[in-house]
């Protein structure tokens, strides 16, 4: 599992509440990203990280912020959360020396 | 930006036999592109992957081809077996700064015993 943890692993919450998912890697690599899954598009992009502090939008990141004050933890927080936004949320890392990205194992977040 | 597809979308092949998932991308600077299975309940695990300056890979009974004048890469598995079964994802991206994914919509094989 290349040392990632993602919590809640589930979460059911309505709409119009604040909802912050955590990834953390225990391995103090640079890059970290945030992706979406859903049915009929894979997985899509929503932010991603390459430094503390250092961060930039993917293709769907429209309703997502995220921030990193710390190498391990990367977080993404829906400001207002919406029907649309419920999915399977997974995080990943990739050190910098290789071309893999390495997936957490999701959080389930249904919004009602 | 890149737009990547999947063909097909569900594949059901018998036991020891071959199966071949199909990827095209749009964006002609796109040089690495992975393969990724996935079970159930768990996250995306890299299978195997390519990079634009090789035309194939293989590892043990998986294999990938690379295209890029047709812009078009493809998943062989051999001599299936049951623990094959998994929803595979193919995904393209440059290898130059933060390596940005864009992955298709996925394939769902069935191994039949």
């Known amino acids: 599992d290349a040392g990632i943890t993602q919590s809640p692993r589930h979460k059911v919450t309505e709409t119009g509440t604040p909802v912050t998912l955590r990834c953390h890697q225990t391995?103090?690599?640079?890059?970290m990203y945030w992706y979406r899954q859903d049915p009929g598009h894979g997985l899509r992009l929503i932010h991603y990280?390459?430094?503390?502090?250092?961060?930039d939008k993917g293709e769907v990141s429209d309703g997502y912020s995220v921030s990193r004050s710390k190498t391990e933890d990367f977080l993404l927080t829906l400001e207002s959360a919406t029907s649309s936004q419920t999915s399977v949320y997974f995080c990943a890392i990739r050190p910098a020396s290789t071309d893999t990205q390495y997936f957490g194992p999701g959080t389930r977040l249904t919004v009602l | 930006g890149e737009n990547v597809e999947q063909h097909p979308s569900t594949l059901s092949v018998q036991e020891g036999d071959s199966a071949v998932i199909k990827c095209t991308y749009s964006d002609s600077a796109s040089n690495y592109f992975p393969w990724y299975k996935q079970e159930l309940g768990k996250g995306p695990q890299l299978i195997i992957d390519?990079?634009?300056?090789?035309g194939e890979k293989k590892d043990q009974r998986i294999a990938v081809t690379l295209n890029k004048t047709a812009k078009h890469f493809s998943l062989h598995i051999t001599e299936t077996q049951p623990e094959d079964s998994a929803v595979y994802f193919c995904a393209a991206s440059d290898r130059e700064g933060a390596q940005k994914l864009v992955f298709g919509q996925g394939t769902r094989l069935t191994i039949n015993p």
């Open positions: 390519i990079r634009s300056n090789v």
């Open positions: 391995e103090n690599h640079r890059y």
């Open positions: 990280s390459y430094g503390v502090k250092d961060t």
